[in-house]
T-cell receptor
Framework: DAKTTQPTSMDCAEGRAANLPCNHSTISGNEYVYWYRQIHSQGPQYIIHGLKNNETNEMASLIITEDRKSSTLILPHATLRDTAVYYC???????????WGAGTKLIIKP | DTAVSQTPKYLVTQMGNDKSIKCEQN?????MYWYKQDSKKFLKIMFSYNNKELIINETVPNRFSPKSPDKAHLNLHINSLELGDSAVYFC?????????FGQGTRLTVV
């Protein structure tokens, strides 16, 4: 079973920041949070991951709350090509496997 | 120079047939995976494999078997195909815990 919950869908205007929330209230201390996205039935694309600290790369920023029960993926300047399903995933500590949920369908509007 | 490549991209076959899906990665990764994405878009791990260990998801029927001729390849063999096997199958490889995915094989059993 997925260890994360996300909104089913979200809209964002092109050029604005897209903030995608994720709850992972049962996460344990050594379990990482990963974000992937899937564009129209292509293979999932890695975005970012983190444990406790906030992380930033060329694609996005990941903000993890201090209690680690939730996180937010931020796409700073969304474009139409960012329309995709975004998956927030916990990497299980026991076997390092990624447990996927249903994701958030993000639609970027012109 | 695709990092993780799968063939074929589409596969339509009749019930009861035996089929294989091939996967190759040129990233030099030690671990490879097979995932199944069902009609509800949930991604579930089927197998993870490296040089030393095959980990099987216990829910996977034994009609499915991974075969690795070498470190860069992990093929998926499916015997006695059933209608319920219709799905998109993704191969992935990882190093340091971040899986990179292929583009998927859409299997349709008729």
């Amino acid at each position: 079973d997925a260890k994360t919950t996300q909104p089913t869908s979200m809209d964002c205007a092109e050029g604005r920041a897209a903030n995608l929330p994720c709850n992972h209230s049962t996460i344990s201390g050594n379990e990482y949070v990963y974000w992937y996205r899937q564009i129209h039935s292509q293979g999932p694309q890695y975005i970012i991951h983190g444990l406790k600290n906030n992380e930033t790369n060329e694609m996005a920023s990941l903000i993890i709350t201090e209690d680690r029960k939730s996180s937010t993926l931020i796409l700073p300047h969304a474009t139409l090509r960012d329309t995709a399903v975004y998956y927030c995933i916990v990497r299980v500590d026991s076997n390092y496997q990624l447990i996927w949920g249903a994701g958030t369908k993000l639609i970027i509007k012109p | 120079d695709t990092a993780v490549s799968q063939t074929p991209k589409y596969l339509v076959t009749q019930m009861g047939n035996d089929k294989s899906i091939k996967c190759e990665q040129n990233l030099g990764h030690d671990t490879m995976y097979w995932y199944k994405q069902d009609s509800k878009k949930f991604l579930k791990i089927m197998f993870s494999y490296n040089n030393k260990e095959l980990i099987i998801n216990e829910t996977v029927p034994n009609r499915f078997s991974p075969k690795s001729p070498d470190k860069a390849h992990l093929n998926l063999h499916i015997n006695s195909l059933e209608l319920g096997d219709s799905a998109v199958y993704f191969c992935a490889s990882s190093q340091a815990g971040v899986p990179f995915f292929g583009q998927g094989t859409r299997l349709t059993v008729v």
